[in-house]
C-alpha cells in the first residue's frame, strides 16, 4: 500500500497554470480509471475536486482538470487565484485497498 | 445540506481504546459505502477502513489491520471505528467520509470536520 508519488510544492502566478503529477504504479493509477484529486485549504477538511480521472463534481470551477498518461496523473490549474492556494492530494482506487499521494502544496505568489 | 459530524476523538494512552462516532444527515445514509481516512499532525491523508452499506464488504489498510473495527448502524444514520492496542503513529485527525462506486471506494465525496486522537502517555 505504497502512497502515490507527488511533488512536494508547485507555485505560481495568478492567472497562470500549474499542473501537478501523480505518479502510481499498473497496480493503481495504471490500472484503474479511478483517480480523484482533492484540495485541503490549511485548518479545513478535504474537498473533491476530480474524480474518475477527468470528471468535476458539480460547484468545481471548470479551471481544474485532470487527465491519465500510463501510470501518471495529472492536476491541471488554469487561470489560478489566491483562493486556490492549499494542499492538493491525489488518490487512486485498488481492488482491495484505496491509496492516497503524498500531497503538494500549492503556493499562490 | 450533506453532513458527516464525526466525535469521540481525545488522549489516551498507548495500548488503550477509543471509539469514534460518525452522525450522517441530508442525504440517505444507508445506500452509501462509508470510510475513515486519517491525516497525522503535519502529514497526508492515509485511507483507514471501508465500509458497505449493507456491511457486507469490509476493508482496511494493512496499518490497522486487526486493531481497528469500521461498523455501522443505518436506523442511526451512524458510522463507528472501534480502535483497540492503540499506538503513538495512530495519532492524527481522523475524517468520517461518504464514498462512491465500490468499497474501497472510486473516490469519496463528502467528509467531516474531523475528530482528534492523540495517543501519548
Known amino acids: 500500500q505504497s502512497a502515490l508519488t507527488q511533488p512536494p510544492s508547485v507555485s505560481g502566478s495568478p492567472g497562470q497554470s500549474v499542473t501537478i503529477s501523480c505518479s502510481g504504479t499498473?497496480?493503481?493509477?495504471?490500472?484503474?480509471?479511478?483517480v480523484s484529486w482533492y484540495q485541503q485549504p490549511p485548518g479545513t477538511a478535504p474537498k473533491l475536486m476530480i474524480y474518475?480521472?477527468?470528471n468535476r463534481p458539480s460547484g468545481v470551477p471548470d479551471r481544474f482538470s485532470g487527465s491519465k498518461s500510463g501510470n501518471t496523473a495529472s492536476l491541471t490549474i488554469s487561470g489560478l487565484q489566491a483562493e486556490d492556494e492549499g494542499d492538493y492530494y491525489c488518490?487512486?482506487?485498488?481492488?482491495?485497498?484505496?491509496?492516497f499521494g503524498g500531497g503538494t502544496k500549492l503556493t499562490v505568489l | 445540506e450533506e453532513q458527516l459530524v464525526e466525535s469521540g476523538g481525545g488522549l489516551v494512552k498507548p495500548g488503550g481504546s477509543l471509539r469514534l462516532s460518525c452522525a450522517a444527515s441530508?442525504?440517505?445514509?444507508?445506500?452509501?459505502?462509508m470510510n475513515w481516512v486519517r491525516q497525522a499532525p503535519g502529514g497526508g491523508l492515509e485511507w483507514v477502513s471501508s465500509?458497505?452499506?449493507?456491511?457486507?464488504?469490509?476493508n482496511y489498510a494493512d496499518a490497522v489491520k486487526g486493531r481497528f473495527t469500521i461498523s455501522r448502524d443505518n436506523a442511526k444514520n451512524s458510522l463507528y471505528l472501534q480502535m483497540d492496542t492503540l499506538r503513538a503513529e495512530d495519532t492524527g485527525v481522523y475524517y468520517c467520509?461518504?464514498?462512491?462506486?465500490?468499497?474501497?471506494?472510486?473516490?469519496?465525496?463528502?467528509w467531516g470536520k474531523g475528530t482528534t486522537v492523540t495517543v501519548s502517555s
Open positions: 467520509v461518504r464514498g462512491r462506486g465500490a468499497t474501497p471506494p472510486y473516490y469519496m465525496d463528502v
Open positions: 441530508g442525504f440517505t445514509f444507508s445506500s452509501f459505502n
Open positions: 465500509l458497505s452499506t449493507t456491511s457486507t464488504y469490509i
Open positions: 499498473s497496480s493503481d493509477v495504471g490500472s484503474y480509471n479511478r
Open positions: 474518475d480521472v477527468s
Open positions: 488518490s487512486s482506487y485498488t481492488s482491495t485497498t484505496f491509496v
